[in-house]
């Protein structure tokens, strides 16, 4: 396997320092008090999402570094964009407010500052890490005038990816393609099963000792209406041997008194390796909670929480996201992002140092057929690229199993199911 260029555009070290009045400023009538008004920043690049982060304010004298400063959340440049982009510099621009983010009443609750402009090469990031800026620089023209700066650093550093895309919805079982520019070449197959039967639901010698993992509890004997449940996927290789699972050993159920599944009682998913030589020894990898709750986005949305069994999470979801019911939206696993940074992000807590995978999935009434994305260093074999493929079939289902009950759900997702189905 050969992985796809890609360029990770770094934006840290940002602070502010703001220039001394020179006489007493009343914060009520408009001016800029440093201790207790909060700035933030702005940045810019052309056909990119922009991206906001918080400035904490520097005291510090002359040229050396703030006490403080904070990290955005950067920029991913693909192979595509690489290309259209790499034979010219492309601009970051900055800007920097004084007020807090968002808007009031229609208008902008940030004062601008002023603003600056960083010039990247992307000509030399794709085999090398490089430097652009890394210092203060001056937010505004007038060279009489005492001004504000702002401190931050720009750099790239090559970050090379696989690329998978699901030849159709994972409940079609399809084949699943792994892509390197305009080349599609097969290399796993996805068998889905949605049988009602509780023991199908994970491989038959599943130990007991891994049912810790299992959030089931003894009302769920007791619950009425319906449920969805039974659901599985398996990823095999080209020669026929299954790689990587995902099973639902939670069922999703509707909460008392409404047509929903929500945070108190999610459904969940285990991703499963195989264990040793046979083919029926399987290990969990991680467990992936889902429920429908009002996200940021456009009302109801749907939320994840991955926790896995790698490292000392402790039971610590080290991964979360809310998506949007009608587009869908991005499942990323990502050491370099916090929390405050992206509705899609790793845990503040979380013990993965960088990017490990992303996930694109479509919302409600759409065709979807996933892409992942993996970090080169979390794949040393193609079992370690059929987990994410597993994890992402999972989320892709979840919002399937997270629909309204009142809905009807397609009939490839309904084998053995007593609900109605279009």
Same mark, same amino acid.
């Given at each position: 396997?050969?992985?796809?260029?890609?360029?990770?555009?770094?934006?840290?070290?940002?602070?502010?320092?703001?220039?001394?009045?020179?006489?007493?400023?009343?914060?009520?009538?408009?001016?800029?008090?440093?201790?207790?008004?909060?700035?933030?920043?702005?940045?810019?690049?052309?056909?990119?999402?922009?991206?906001?982060?918080?400035?904490?304010?520097?005291?510090?004298?002359?040229?050396?570094?703030?006490?403080?400063?904070?990290?955005?959340?950067?920029?991913?440049?693909?192979?595509?964009?690489?290309?259209?982009?790499?034979?010219?510099?492309?601009?970051?621009?900055?800007?920097?407010?004084?007020?807090?983010?968002?808007?009031?009443?229609?208008?902008?609750?940030?004062?601008?500052?002023?603003?600056?402009?960083?010039?990247?090469?992307?000509?030399?990031?794709?085999?090398?890490?490089?430097?652009?800026?890394?210092?203060?620089?001056?937010?505004?023209?007038?060279?009489?005038?005492?001004?504000?700066?702002?401190?931050?650093?720009?750099?790239?550093?090559?970050?090379?990816?696989?690329?998978?895309?699901?030849?159709?919805?994972?409940?079609?079982?399809?084949?699943?393609?792994?892509?390197?520019?305009?080349?599609?070449?097969?290399?796993?197959?996805?068998?889905?099963?949605?049988?009602?039967?509780?023991?199908?639901?994970?491989?038959?010698?599943?130990?007991?000792?891994?049912?810790?993992?299992?959030?089931?509890?003894?009302?769920?004997?007791?619950?009425?209406?319906?449920?969805? #449940? &039974?659901?599985?996927?398996? *990823?095999?290789?080209?020669?026929?041997?299954?790689?990587? @699972? $995902? %099973?639902?050993?939670?069922?999703?159920?509707?909460?008392?008194?409404?047509?929903?599944?929500?945070?108190?009682?999610?459904?969940?998913?285990?991703?499963?390796?195989?264990?040793?030589?046979?083919?029926?020894?399987?290990?969990?990898?991680?467990?992936?909670?889902?429920?429908?709750?009002?996200?940021?986005?456009?009302?109801?949305?749907?939320?994840?929480?991955?926790?896995?069994?790698?490292?000392?999470?402790?039971?610590?979801?080290?991964?979360?996201?809310?998506?949007?019911?009608? #587009? &869908?939206?991005?499942?990323? *696993?990502?050491?370099?992002?916090?929390?405050?940074?992206? @509705? $899609? %992000?790793?845990?503040?807590?979380?013990?993965?140092?960088?990017?490990?995978?992303?996930?694109?999935?479509?919302?409600?009434?759409?065709?979807?057929?996933?892409?992942?994305?993996?970090?080169?260093?979390?794949?040393?074999?193609?079992?370690?690229?059929?987990?994410?493929?597993?994890?992402?079939?999972?989320?892709?289902?979840?919002?399937?199993?997270?629909?309204?009950?009142?809905?009807?759900?397609?009939?490839?997702?309904?084998?053995?199911?007593?609900?109605?189905?279009?």
């Amino acid at each position: 396997m050969d992985p796809c260029p890609f360029v990770r555009l770094i934006i840290e070290s940002l602070a502010l320092k703001l220039p001394q009045p020179t006489k007493p400023v009343a914060v009520a009538s408009g001016g800029v008090c440093p201790t207790t008004t909060p700035c933030f920043c702005k940045l810019r690049l052309k056909n990119f999402q922009s991206q906001t982060a918080l400035l904490p304010l520097s005291n510090g004298s002359g040229d050396s570094p703030p006490e403080s400063s904070t990290s955005a959340a950067g920029f991913d440049l693909d192979a595509l964009t690489l290309r259209r982009v790499s034979s010219k510099p492309v601009t970051l621009c900055v800007e920097v407010f004084t007020g807090r983010m968002g808007r009031s009443c229609g208008v902008n609750s940030g004062k601008l500052v002023g603003s600056v402009q960083v010039t990247v090469d992307l000509g030399v990031s794709q085999t090398r890490p490089a430097v652009f800026q890394d210092g203060w620089m001056k937010l505004g023209n007038d060279h009489e005038k005492p001004s504000a700066k702002l401190h931050l650093t720009v750099r790239t550093e090559p970050d090379p990816r696989f690329v998978f895309q699901f030849g159709g919805e994972p409940e079609c079982s399809p084949v699943v393609f792994q892509i390197q520019g305009n080349i599609s070449q097969p290399i796993f197959s996805c068998k889905f099963s949605a049988d009602r039967s509780r023991s199908r639901s994970l491989p038959p010698n599943f130990s007991n000792k891994n049912r810790g993992w299992m959030r089931t509890l003894a009302r769920e004997k007791e619950r009425q209406g319906r449920e969805r #449940k &039974g659901w599985m996927v398996m *990823i095999y290789d080209l020669s026929g041997s299954p790689v990587a @699972a $995902a %099973s639902m050993i939670t069922p999703f159920v509707p909460s008392p008194g409404t047509d929903r599944v929500s945070r108190s009682n999610p459904g969940a998913w285990l991703i499963l390796r195989p264990h040793g030589f046979s083919v029926s020894s399987w290990k969990p990898w991680g467990r992936l909670e889902a429920w429908r709750e009002r996200g940021p986005v456009d009302g109801l949305g749907y939320k994840f929480e991955l926790v896995t069994d790698n490292g000392p999470s402790n039971g610590v979801p080290i991964a979360e996201a809310t998506m949007s019911v009608k #587009k &869908g939206g991005l499942f990323c *696993i990502d050491g370099r992002v916090s929390k405050s940074d992206s @509705a $899609a %992000s790793t845990s503040s807590r979380s013990p993965i140092k960088g990017f490990v995978m992303g996930s694109t999935v479509e919302g409600e009434g759409k065709v979807s057929k996933p892409m992942v994305q993996v970090g080169i260093q979390h794949v040393t074999c193609m079992a370690d690229a059929a987990l994410f493929i597993a994890l992402s079939a999972a989320i892709d289902l979840s919002m399937d199993a997270c629909r309204l009950f009142s809905r009807k759900l397609r009939k490839e997702l309904c084998h053995d199911e007593q609900d109605p189905c279009s």
